[in-house]
């Protein structure tokens, strides 16, 4: 299941890439352009529909997370980061507030090693820098995380080893 849902959420980083440098349209079913990547990596249906979700959920909501970006990345301006570091941020903060199903600390995981796998040699300390910053002062991420879990999301907890790392 873990790299079922990291393949997924390659696609996901691929697709919100293109959509990103495309400038597409927040209403635009991305799905047309995300079919090509998903047929090459032969996912699943389960795994298609979790890429389409995140895609379309990040991207509709991408003015609102670089806000909270540009607040936690002290003197960086969103529209100047690496395509790649944005798109990862957009994409977690996505699944923070609106994925509670998701451990927190999974999802900061998963951003981190994606920032290994496709950003530059600092990408990953400057992707847990954000995530964390945008964590601790969001209410945003609060409400939607309710008390499930605790202040950090460091310590895995009974979520985690329950669903593991998705």
Request: aromatic share 6%; with cysteine; glycine share 6%.
């Amino acid at each position: 299941m873990k790299q079922k849902r990291h393949q997924a959420r390659i696609i996901t980083l691929q697709g919100l890439y293109q959509i990103d440098m495309q400038r597409l349209a927040l209403d635009m079913d991305p799905t047309p352009l995300l079919a090509p990547l998903m047929d090459e990596a032969a996912l699943d249906d389960e795994s298609r529909q979790f890429v389409r979700e995140r895609t379309a959920g990040a991207w509709a909501g991408h003015a609102r997370y670089d806000e909270m970006i540009a607040a936690a990345a002290d003197h960086w301006d969103v529209s100047r980061m690496a395509v790649v570091d944005r798109n990862i941020l957009r994409l977690a903060i996505y699944e923070l507030i609106e994925r509670p199903d998701v451990p927190a600390r999974v999802v900061m995981d998963e951003a981190i090693e994606l920032g290994r796998e496709f950003g530059a040699a600092e990408t990953p300390q400057f992707i847990n820098g954000v995530l964390d910053a945008v964590w601790r002062r969001e209410p945003a991420c609060k409400v939607a995380r309710g008390a499930r879990e605790s202040a950090t999301p460091g310590a895995r907890g009974p979520a985690e080893e329950e669903h593991g790392t998705l």
